[in-house]
Structure formats: C-alpha cells, structure tokens
C-alpha cells in the first residue's frame, strides 16, 4: 500500500460525545494496528475552564458553546503527553482528524500571521491566546437559533428547498444559522472575523499553520453547501450573514492534502517537515470512513437513540434526516438518520412484557413468526424525530386499531417496527438495498442475535457486527494514509483492506423478503396516521 516500513497514519479528534468531551490521539502503522492511543479529557484536565460536559450551557438553556482556547490547550497537552512518552513525531507521514460537527470558530483579523509565525518556545495556546473574535464557540448542542432557521427557509423558498440544496433543512445547531446569530446580535466581532472555520478545519488550522479549508463532508451539516456542485451556495450565504464567502474560505474534496504541517511541529515535536496534513472532516463522516463503509452499506448503531450511516449512490433530500458528501469518494454520498426511542423503548418493552430478561425477550422474538401475523405497532416513548409522533400505536392485520397485544407479539411488533421505520426512512432518501449490502452494527442491542435476525430479514441483508469504540478517530488515521495515495486513484476501500473485518452475525431467513415487502408499505402508510404533524418545525437533535 505504501512504501514506508514505518509509515503511520496520525489522527486526532475533538470529541464530544453524550457523557465525556475529550481530545484523542491515535496512531496507526502501515498495517493499519494502533500503534499509540490516548486522550485528555476537558473537565478532568483542564479544571481551569469550569466547563461541565466541555461546555458552557447558558442561562437560556439554549445556548451552549465551548471555550475555544480549552481546545487549543488539551491539544497542547495531548502532544506534550506524547513527547514525554517517548512517541516518535518524526514517523508520522500524515496526519488528519475529526471534529464534532457544526461548531463554529471566529478567526480576529491579523491572526493569520500569529498562526504561521508562532514561536516553537510558547505553547500553542499561548501564541494563539488573541486571535478569536468569539471566545466561546456555538457548538452542536446549541439549539438557540430557531428564528434564524425561520429566516433560512424563507428566504431560500422553503424547508424543502433547503433541504435539496443543502442536503438538510434548518436545524439550530447547523452552522449558518449559528453565524446568522452572531452576526445579528454581534455584529462588531462578525466584521473583526476574517475567518470562519468548522471545529474540523480549525483543527486542521492548527497543524497546517495556515487557515485550512473546509472539506465538503464536513461543510454539508452547515445548511450552507450546494451539495451537487460542491460550492457554497449564495442566497444561503446571503440570507445568513454579508461577506460570509470570503470568510469561509472554498471548500475542498476530503481526500485532499493541504501542505505539509507547520515549522511549529517540527521545531518542538521533531514532526518531519515533509509530513502532510490531510483534510480534517466532521466526527459523523469520519465515522463513516472508521467504519470503513461501502458502498450499499448502512452502519446502524442501536444505542440509546439509533443512528442509521447510510452510503448513498443518488440521494434524495427530505425533510427528514441530513444527506452529505461522501468523505471516502468525493463522487457519492453519505445520509444520516436519528431515531429518539431507541434502545430506552426497547428496555420499557423488556421489561413490561419479558419481566426485564433478555433472554425471555429474545424467546419472545423466536416464539413468533416473521411479520407478526400481520400485527404492527409504532412505539415512541419521547417524542420522535423520523417521523414526528409519540405514543404507542398498535394495529392488527386489518389495519384496525387496537389497545393491547398479548405480550410476545408485543415484543416482536416493537423490533419489527423499528426495523421497517429504518429501512422505509432510508429509501426515502436514496437508499437502496443491493446485492452486495451489508448491515454493520453496533452498540448494546447488537449483543442480541435475535433482534439482529429480525434486522436482516426486515432489510434482506446480512448482519455484520463492529468495534466502533474509535470510529471517528481511526476514520481519521484512514484518511490520512488514504490522502496520500489518492491522487493516484487508489480508492478508500484499497488503503483499508488490511483492517480487521467485520464479524457475520445473521442472514436473512429464507422467504423473508416476501413477507416484509407488502408490510412495508402497510407500515409506511399507517405512519400518516400517527405522525403529529407533518409540516411542524424540526426538533433539534
């Protein structure tokens, strides 16, 4: 793959994830095994920013960022904890990464010299500690901009219009509704800003010594890229901020190496000067590329809300869901669905009808027959995002309501519900099942063979289960090997094979694509029923 004996792909991610905001580094050699792996954990070890989670979360409960130079000292930290192990900086060929998505970084006028001049004597924080125009940034859990997100759409033609353009309708933690905001109730830091980076460019700022680009996987989750041309689009541009283009910077494919990394590096780590830094992406798409995905394969990650990664061929944008550029091959696609009542409903189910045992669950599932005798049910404890409903809503083979199930119809009602709501949620948006598709899943549900049985014969695919505990941080060492090698069309998939595969968990059952096919439709039919109502505003994610 590459010539090197000692190549190393190096990758970092900013991550914030539901329980622990961290910094983490991994290092990864021509074989592509881990070679070096650690983190430094914002709260923990950085008291001084009295952040809780990494964040600040406002008096409105509606605002939520994070301090800006808290991220450039953990990477201080980080780097520092690396030197004084002994890791060897002057290995790495090239170095990529990930950031939470939709957070936003505001560059001060004149820091573009501070940035390729800092000295290798200062730590970075300190070089850098005058060169923000906002010093909190909004970040992903930020959903203070429902005015903006109005003002989007309308001014653009509609959610749905949005939506075809930028892949997304408004959503409040997007990206240019955050700068819609900032630059309508600050306007003096909006002018002072001569740059605008993603969390994932800002990153890549850093080790570039220069303003790195926005890659395009990472700039379709900002309501603001033409996601067919791969340029931003001007009546978003215009409808959110005045001079917003120039600020931004043009976005560049995902693969694309930006320069070699800043003298900095190399004066204080002993990085070579010949090592390349590789375009940053969003932590989502790096997901994608760490779960090293195909094309016609979905990632299902079945935790307490479940996640569909989806790779898509031809996509069509709803109102429902985010399509984005794919980060792997710039000429595809990548779709991202949320279900709220994942497995929190699951365990409500468990433990009303199985007296709170899997394994009694489990029997339940292996006790009834593939599509439930006609039987379906919709059940959504919180309010639910794909589709907008909530309750619990049961129907019996001749789409008659009803009040109750005996308990193992229950059971499977709710698995084969959730897995139909999947696959019918997908297809509105592009996807189509293939030969060669595989589902890879993962989180706490994906331990139970016969829930995942039910997942393949709902999808007629086999079930694949993964490790993703570093999924965005390994995407990113991927992506740094593959950016070496990708101008000469050696393709992702390529420059993975070498990487453990995934584990074959089930195959569909013999005539299981006969009895789901006519469900499905009854299914996505039955869903108009139960949806609150379909032009309301989207609930932040």
Request: glycine share 10%; hydrophobic share 35%.
């Given at each position: 793959m590459l010539k090197s004996t000692r190549t190393r792909g190096h990758s970092l991610k900013l991550h914030q994830g539901r329980f622990r905001l961290e910094l983490k580094v991994i290092a990864v050699d021509e074989q592509l095994a881990v070679i070096y792996e650690d983190k430094v954990y914002f709260d923990v070890d950085l008291p001084e920013f009295k952040t809780q989670g990494g964040v600040y979360i406002h008096s409105d409960r509606l605002t939520v960022t994070s301090p800006v130079l808290m991220w450039v000292k953990a990477l201080d930290m980080i780097l520092e904890k690396m030197k004084s192990s002994g890791f060897d900086f002057s290995q790495v060929r090239a170095l990529s990464g990930a950031g939470q998505q939709h957070g936003s970084v505001y560059w001060k006028k004149g820091s573009i010299q501070k940035l390729k001049n800092a000295s290798s004597k200062l730590v970075l924080h300190q070089a850098l500690k005058d060169c923000f125009s906002i010093s909190n940034s909004p970040i992903w859990m930020d959903s203070s901009t429902a005015v903006q997100c109005s003002a989007l759409e309308k001014a653009v033609g509609g959610a749905q219009h949005l939506a075809t353009v930028t892949g997304s309708r408004a959503y409040e933690r997007f990206t240019g509704n955050q700068i819609a905001k900032i630059y309508s109730q600050n306007p003096e830091a909006y002018m002072q800003t001569e740059r605008i980076s993603l969390v994932s460019s800002f990153a890549a700022s850093l080790f570039l010594g220069d303003y790195a680009p926005i890659d395009y996987s990472d700039g379709s989750g900002m309501n603001l890229l033409n996601i067919w041309d791969k340029v931003w689009s001007a009546s978003c541009l215009d409808a959110c901020a005045p001079g917003l283009k120039e600020k931004l910077g043009c976005p560049v494919p995902s693969h694309s190496v930006l320069g070699p990394i800043s003298?900095?590096?190399?004066?204080?780590?002993?990085?070579?000067?010949?090592?390349?830094?590789?375009?940053?992406?969003?932590?989502?798409?790096?997901?994608?590329?760490?779960?090293?995905?195909?094309?016609?394969?979905?990632?299902?990650?079945?935790?307490?809300?479940?996640?569909?990664?989806?790779?898509?061929?031809?996509?069509t944008p709803a109102l429902e869901g985010h399509i984005l550029c794919n980060p792997v091959d710039s000429r595809m696609y990548m779709a991202l669905l949320c279900f709220k009542n994942g497995s929190l409903m699951r365990e409500k189910i468990r433990d009303s009808c199985a007296s709170g045992s899997w394994d009694e669950f489990s029997e339940a599932l292996s006790s009834t027959v593939a599509g439930n005798n006609g039987n379906l049910g919709f059940y959504f404890d919180v309010m639910e995002i794909t589709p907008e409903a909530v309750g619990i809503h049961r129907f019996n083979r001749d789409n008659q309501k009803v009040s109750d199930f005996p308990k193992e119809v229950e059971i499977r009602a709710l698995v084969e519900g959730q897995f139909m709501a999947k696959r019918i949620h997908a297809e509105k948006l592009g996807y189509k099942v293939m030969p060669r598709t595989r589902i890879l899943a993962t989180g706490g549900a994906s331990h139970n063979k016969k829930i995942l049985q039910v997942l393949s014969d709902v999808f007629n695919a086999p079930v694949y289960t993964i490790d993703t505990a570093n999924s965005a941080c390994l995407g990113g060492a991927y992506r740094a090997i593959h950016g070496l090698v990708a101008e000469m069309d050696v393709s992702f998939a390529d420059v993975v094979k070498l990487a453990p595969a995934p584990r074959l968990a089930a195959t569909p059952t013999a005539g299981a694509e006969e009895v789901y096919r006519p469900l499905l439709k009854r299914y996505a039919e039955l869903e108009q029923k139960v949806i609150c109502n379909p032009t309301s505003p989207s609930p932040a994610k």
């Open positions: 003298p900095y590096y190399s004066q204080r780590y002993g990085f070579s000067p010949d090592c390349k830094i590789v375009a940053f992406t969003g932590d989502n798409p790096a997901s994608l590329a760490g779960m090293r995905l195909q094309e016609g394969d979905i990632a299902i990650s079945l935790g307490t809300s479940d996640t569909l990664f989806l790779w898509i061929q031809e996509p």
